[in-house]
């Protein structure tokens, strides 16, 4: 049963110092533009949604929260067409009318459209082309691309993209990747706007830009949906809050009102109190196990640019130790390089393990030593998306489930099955392909896959973005349980919170430069932040 509240204007000091408490009392009496009555949809084996009603307003920002397979990306594919009429029951009413789209062409002619989390862009077509890319503009029966240069500039100029249209996508940053495609978006004729996870992949100034251009979209009349786990931006920028839980509408909530903050969003949730946002540990921290002395990796294209500079830092057993950078910092770089020199041209630089050096030339010298890497890109580069859990699981090392050469499936599914259980993998079964798993449940198994090496020191990309609340307590359990096991491990992560009250020392990167080495206890995001945007390196603390 949807309820909401119509206890007034009162809000955060977000809300107040935007001046937003008029502004969200004529959304409150604005008309419904979209209604979705008890929609259910099913795929073999499982009930995705159940019964979920959704309504929203017009000119709102519309957020849906929810744990990770709880149905959000789900209900929106149900309303955008992707999964077309006829493959769910329940009913679209939409600006009044009931609609029955066959298929997303037909939703966007409408005037909703869907920008998903994996965007949707052709990296080696410029921005014009892809703004244009199966909507291309017409005149005498031929493309019009001088009337198309025309558009998008104005498309650019009204989503703040300030780019030479002729731009090639693998050119430009994630951020502004993703205001092509809202401005793609715009092409269409957008009245209702669908963002999956739009920040997920965004550094902080980025995710600030897109925020204040949906605010802008609101003040135009336009209607946002947004799915996010990132549960501060949610409060800051949403009007009312639909959450989900296991497939089913569990309450709509005006953020407006009195007492809706970040808990109250997470215990509608998860179902019950949270206490805190990371399990209790206390470290017992070894010697120094494996340190990198003068690393430094050139780009692998622009040959003037090095990556990393003269990097050194160390990993003491049982002990995790967090990296912070803006975007582009060399973080990734970082760790990719000493994965088997997995990334650029490696200049020079030693690394030592248990007093001793050794040679990483190779992902296979790199696993062979103990080292383990968590891409922060799952599905491109952590998971073969045409594989089953159990197949994931045990494709980094599998020489420890084959006998002469002949993989032994009864150990191969026994060993899934445990890591399953261990990691608290959802699903029927280690037979189910991971792509019909959700973000959380897909960075286990990647996570199972380098357990199953037994490494000495796990590198960890991003290892919980575009995944909820509940999912990144339970993989900050996994980590610290490593490190009880005297384990060494990285943290990249761009959430300094994250960072803050998971690692035991924090190192600072800008422009490849290792600029800071933090202690737990004296790490605030203040001085974080300055060590991340400076290349003068500051003493260790």
Same mark, same amino acid.
Request: charged share 25%.
């Given at each position: =049963? ?11 000091? %977000? ?29 073999? #084996?499982? &009930? ?10 017009? #000119? ?35 600006? #009044?009318?009931?609609? %029955? ?54 498309? =650019? ?34 009245? *209702? ?22 605010? /802008? ?54 179902? %019950? ?14 010697? +120094? ?26 990993? %003491? ?12 910092? #060399? ?62 699981? +045990? ?10 050469? &002949? ?17 608290? +993998? ?5 037979? /189910? ?75 600072? &990167? ?16 203040? *001085?974080? =932040? ?12």
């Amino acid at each position: =049963m949807l309820r909401r509240s119509r206890s007034g204007p009162a809000w955060s000091w %977000r809300a107040a110092k935007r001046g937003a408490a008029v502004v969200n009392a004529v959304v409150n009496k604005a008309p419904t533009l979209l209604e979705m009555r008890s929609i259910t949809k099913t795929f073999p #084996g499982v &009930v995705a949604l159940a019964d979920v009603n959704l309504e929203v307003r017009t #000119g709102e920002i519309h957020a849906i929260c929810g744990e990770n397979g709880a149905g959000k990306s789900t209900l929106m594919k149900v309303l955008s067409g992707v999964h077309p009429h006829g493959t769910y029951s329940g009913d679209i009413i939409y600006r #009044g009318q009931e609609v %029955r789209f066959a298929d997303i062409r037909a939703s966007e002619r409408a005037g909703i459209v869907i920008i998903h989390q994996e965007l949707a862009l052709v990296p080696g077509m410029s921005i014009t082309e892809n703004v244009f890319l199966g909507n291309e503009p017409r005149r005498r029966g031929a493309i019009d691309w001088r009337g198309a240069q025309r558009r998008v500039v104005e498309l =650019m100029e009204q989503v703040g993209l300030k780019e030479d249209p002729d731009t090639l996508i693998k050119d430009i940053g994630v951020g502004q990747q993703q205001l092509v495609e809202i401005a793609k978006a715009f092409a269409k004729d957008v009245k *209702l706007l669908i963002l999956d996870e739009p920040t997920a992949a965004l550094n902080e100034a980025d995710s600030r830009h897109l925020l204040e251009l949906l605010r /802008e979209f609101k003040r135009q009349g336009i209607t946002s949906i947004i799915i996010s786990h990132k549960l501060n931006e949610i409060e800051a920028i949403a009007d009312s809050i639909t959450i989900l839980r296991d497939g089913r509408t569990i309450e709509t909530l005006d953020v407006h009102a009195d007492g809706v903050n970040e808990d109250r969003i997470v215990r509608g949730m998860v179902g %019950r109190e949270l206490g805190s946002r990371f399990p209790d540990r206390t470290p017992a921290i070894g010697e +120094v196990f494996f340190e990198v002395r003068d690393w430094t990796v050139r780009h692998p294209i622009s040959t003037e640019r090095l990556v990393c500079k003269n990097s050194s830092f160390n990993v %003491r057993r049982g002990e995790i130790v967090g990296f912070a950078g803006l975007m582009g910092a #060399g973080r990734t770089e970082l760790a990719m390089s000493l994965f088997g020199r997995s990334y650029g041209i490696w200049l020079g630089g030693h690394v030592y393990k248990d007093g001793k050096e050794i040679q990483l030339k190779s992902v296979a010298d790199a696993i062979g030593h103990g080292l383990a890497y968590v891409s922060e890109d799952r599905k491109a580069i952590g998971l073969n998306l045409l594989d089953d859990i159990k197949t994931s699981i +045990v494709a980094a090392k599998l020489p420890k489930i084959t006998r002469h050469g &002949v993989i032994d499936q009864v150990k191969e599914h026994r060993v899934a099955e445990e890591y399953r259980d261990n990691l608290r +993998v959802k699903a029927p079964t280690v037979d /189910e392909g991971v792509t019909k798993l959700s973000g959380g449940n897909q960075q286990k198994v990647v996570l199972a896959k380098w357990m199953f090496t037994d490494p000495d020191l796990l590198i960890l990309d991003e290892p919980t973005r575009g995944i909820d609340v509940g999912a990144k307590y339970e993989i900050y359990g996994i980590i610290q349980r490593l490190a009880e096991q005297g384990k060494g491990v990285i943290v990249i992560s761009s959430e300094l919170p994250e960072l803050i009250g998971l690692c035991d020392r924090i190192y600072t &990167v800008f422009e490849g430069t290792i600029t800071g080495n933090v202690s737990r206890r004296d790490a605030d995001p203040e *001085l974080l =932040m300055k060590q991340m945007t400076s290349t003068k390196k500051m003493a260790t603390r």
